[in-house]
């Protein structure tokens, strides 16, 4: 089992731990994601993941039927998340290869590493704050991914944000801590939320 197995699988919990504490009613809350609800963060995951243009559907994975998203988003998800996570912990099916378009030809569990653990880390984030609880981000998955973004090329980050995938850094103060760093790469700001309990 390798180091994305574990990585996705702690991501995906904290996720999992989100989805559980939505209200019926705050699925239509906005989320930080511009025309985004809270639901819509879940179908954005539950719609890229599967394919059929990337992922489960480049590497031939097939997870089964699907509740959708708008009648049951907790259900849809662990579908997703079990199809992934059951596919890494095939050692055989996390290193098939297969062409990822711009990406190039990759291992399942490279791709995974690249686009879904980071993706699911901050949907986790979003997610928590349509909802208005603390999002419970692993404090490792933080440290990996602050150390990723301020790595970053800046020709590399130019063409991530001509990809269309990406919108404009937020500005931050000099002294940000990493969190605000992460956020800001991916155009979220950090200001405190209005919380509510977490239950």
């Known amino acids: 089992m390798g180091d994305a ?10 996720f999992t731990t989100v989805v559980d504490t939505v209200d ?35 590497f031939g994975i097939d997870p089964g039927p699907i509740p959708p998203v708008g ?67 692993d404090p490792a998955e933080l440290a990996r991914q602050h150390t990723a973004v301020t790595s970053v090329p800046p020709d590399v980050d130019a063409a991530m944000r001509n990809s269309g995938h990406y919108g404009p850094r937020s500005p931050i103060a000099v002294d940000a801590d990493p969190l605000t760093e992460v956020l800001a790469f991916y155009g979220r700001r950090s200001d405190p939320p209005n919380l509510r309990r977490h239950r």
């Not at 809270?38 to 489960?56: N, T």
């Open 5 to 14: 197995a574990e990585r996705f699988r702690q991501v995906a919990a904290d």
């Open 24 to 58: 019926d009613d705050a699925w239509s809350n906005p989320s930080p994601c511009a025309g985004w609800t809270a639901r819509d963060v879940v179908g954005h995951l539950v719609e890229w993941i599967p394919g059929p243009g990337f992922l489960l559907g480049s």
């Open 71 to 137: 009648d049951d988003p907790s259900g849809a998800w662990a579908v997703v998340r079990d199809a992934v996570q059951s596919a890494l912990d095939n050692s055989a099916t996390a290193a098939r290869r297969a062409d990822c378009g711009p990406l190039g030809e990759l291992s399942f569990d490279a791709a995974v590493a690249m686009t879904v653990i980071s993706d699911v880390f901050v949907h986790t984030w979003d997610l928590a704050r349509a909802v208005g609880i603390e999002a419970p981000l």
